[in-house]
């Protein structure tokens, strides 16, 4: 009986970290769209990334169908239920994060021209992310504290580099005449990377719920 229990907990984090996987190539390849030398390589990744967000949505129903399963027949308490439940408010966090990779994608056919000096933040915060999502599902994976709490310390580089885009978009509107809707795109995306931290951030927090019965902070991000 516990054997059986236990294979499923091993299925559970198996499908937890292809899911982060799915999450991780999808931030890579919207940044290979920003980063694109023309319009037809940034609408290659544009679609690649689409066509992840859509095994990112698979996988979150694939885990939905096993946290119900293992609720439903293993009746699980305490600290596996907390783990379940972690499990399926970090799936959510994850769809989104697909989401929002595919709505940086949409913005890169523009993007992609612009000057690569206006596009330097917005490397660092994807790889700012992508190190905060690995660190959110391992601490999940192995039910790490220590590993989820690096990932608040990251969360605020990510914001620091927020706003450096913020103040050098509106130190670029006051000195010269770039395309204002260029600026709002890089405003945009900048925004979008931001979001992708706190919904790390959120997995961290959740990570910490279920190891320690705790609440940290509430929810940063919902959307």
């Known amino acids: 009986m516990r054997e059986r229990y236990n294979h499923k907990l091993e299925k ?12 991780r190539f ?12 023309n319009n037809d ?6 679609a690649l990334v689409h066509n992840i967000d859509r095994d990112i949505d698979n996988s979150e129903g694939e885990i939905e169908k096993l946290c119900t399963n293992l609720i439903i027949c293993e009746q699980p308490v305490a600290s596996d239920l907390r783990t379940i439940t972690v499990a399926l408010k970090a799936v959510s966090d994850l769809e989104r994060i697909g ?5 940086i994608a949409e913005l890169s056919g523009y993007i992609s021209r612009c000057s690569i000096s206006h596009k330097l933040h917005l490397k660092q915060m994807s790889e700012c992310v992508i190190q905060m999502l690995d660190m959110a599902v391992l601490s999940f994976a192995k039910s790490d504290l220590e590993t989820a709490r690096l990932v608040y310390a990251k969360d605020d580089e990510v914001d620091a580099l927020f706003d450096k885009v913020k103040k050098e ?3 670029i509107i ?4 770039t395309d204002a809707e260029l600026l709002v795109d ?4 900048s925004k979008y990377f931001e ?9 961290a927090e959740w990570v910490e719920y279920s190891i320690t019965g705790d609440f940290v902070n509430a929810i940063a991000c919902t959307q």
Do not use: P, T
């Open 186 to 189: 890089l405003l945009m995306v």
């Open 169 to 171: 978009i509106i130190s």
């Open 195 to 203: 979001r992708i931290g706190d919904h790390a951030e959120n997995i």
């Open 99 to 103: 989401d929002q990779c595919s709505d």
């Open 12 to 23: 559970l984090n198996s499908l937890m970290a292809e899911m982060c996987n799915f999450c």
């Open 41 to 46: 390589e940034s609408k290659k990744y544009l």
């Open 26 to 37: 999808a931030i890579e390849n919207s940044v290979n769209a920003l980063f694109a030398e």
């Open 174 to 177: 006051s000195k010269d005449d």
